[in-house]
């Protein structure tokens, strides 16, 4: 097994901060903060020469679209009070979603490093709290001894568990994903190498049977388990910050 | 001792293939019942289902976790 391992997927584990922290996985993540940047000037000029008399076609009609969707989605889901959130949650969908098609590309997937998705839990952790304390004011500090005074250090570490779930969920997803197609490869590397070994030169004869069968497997597990994970966490996300609405149906 | 930790961490796939299969049998009535939802119930259920799957994959990154890092 020890083949599979030479990219280094296990030792990203740790959280490094410091002399270890830019390595493959955060610097992809730059290029995708970096992809969705461009996008959005891109975005800015097509839609600033448009004419709003006519409608869109190609590209245009794209973007539109999709963000309507989403922004709709969270109207449907948050109420008129977070009406602002739809820009953030445009902005998870299209980095969650390149995150996991770019590791198509054969560069390392970015949310295989705990880093990567522990910031952006984070972000929404952080949105969570704020919201309830903007939303609750002072009564937002009584949830922590709620039934009872001497469950505060209990409601205390609680507190953290949005956090970990969105987290892990994202980040088990991708790396199970990955391991998988690791050993996969691995494994279809000695098939061919067995098959071919005999009478191909070196550096053809152990990539000769993996193109055959892992793209399907590919399709499952970054495209369609990656889009659905994008969906649950943008989901997970306007539901978790409007739940901490006192009165919700006061839109 | 390692691979034994590694094996017990995915018998979590135990709850949520039971869960998973709940979430699907419920869609399905509810298909039957009305077709004409069927397209909404069909969007939910996957929705659903990989929701569900989460303990499983929690389950799955402990084992990995078990075999190749501890």
């Known amino acids: ?251 | 001792m390692n691979t034994i930790g590694a094996a017990i961490a995915v018998f979590t796939g135990f709850g949520s293939g039971i869960g998973e299969g709940l979430v699907v049998a419920k869609a399905m009535e509810g298909m039957a019942r009305n077709p004409e939802v069927a397209g909404t119930l069909r969007t939910n259920m996957i929705l659903g289902c990989a929701l569900v799957e989460t303990t499983g994959i929690y389950g799955l990154l402990i084992g990995i976790l078990c075999l190749f890092v501890g």
């Open chain 1, 1 to 251: 097994m020890g083949k599979v391992f030479t990219l280094g997927t296990f030792d990203r584990f740790a959280l490094k901060i410091g002399e270890g922290a830019f390595n493959g996985e955060t610097i992809v993540s730059l290029m995708v903060m970096g992809i969705i940047v461009i996008l959005s000037f891109v975005i800015y000029f097509v839609f600033r020469h448009l004419d709003p008399t006519k409608p869109e076609k190609g590209f245009a009609l794209f973007i539109a679209l999709f963000f309507e969707k989403i922004d709709n989605m969270a109207n449907d889901l948050m109420g008129k009070k977070y009406d602002g959130f739809g820009g953030y949650i445009i902005g998870l969908t299209m980095y969650i979603g390149l995150c996991f098609l770019i590791a198509l590309t054969g560069l390392p997937a970015p949310l295989t490093h705990l880093g990567v998705t522990l910031s952006i839990a984070l972000c929404t952790f952080l949105l969570i709290h704020g919201n309830a304390a903007r939303a609750n004011k002072l009564s937002y500090f009584h949830r922590y001894i709620e039934p009872l005074p001497f469950l505060l250090p209990i409601n205390l570490l609680s507190m953290w568990a949005p956090l970990l779930s969105l987290s892990l969920r994202l980040f088990g997803n991708a790396l199970s994903g990955f391991t998988i197609m690791g050993v996969l490869y691995w494994a279809l590397g000695k098939v061919s190498y067995s098959i071919f070994g005999g009478f191909i030169g070196c550096g053809l004869r152990s990539v000769l049977v993996a193109p055959i069968i892992t793209p399907i497997l590919h399709c499952y597990f970054d495209l369609f388990s990656g889009l659905i994970q994008t969906l649950i966490f943008i989901m997970l996300t306007m539901i978790n910050v409007s739940l901490e609405d006192p009165d919700p149906n006061l839109v």
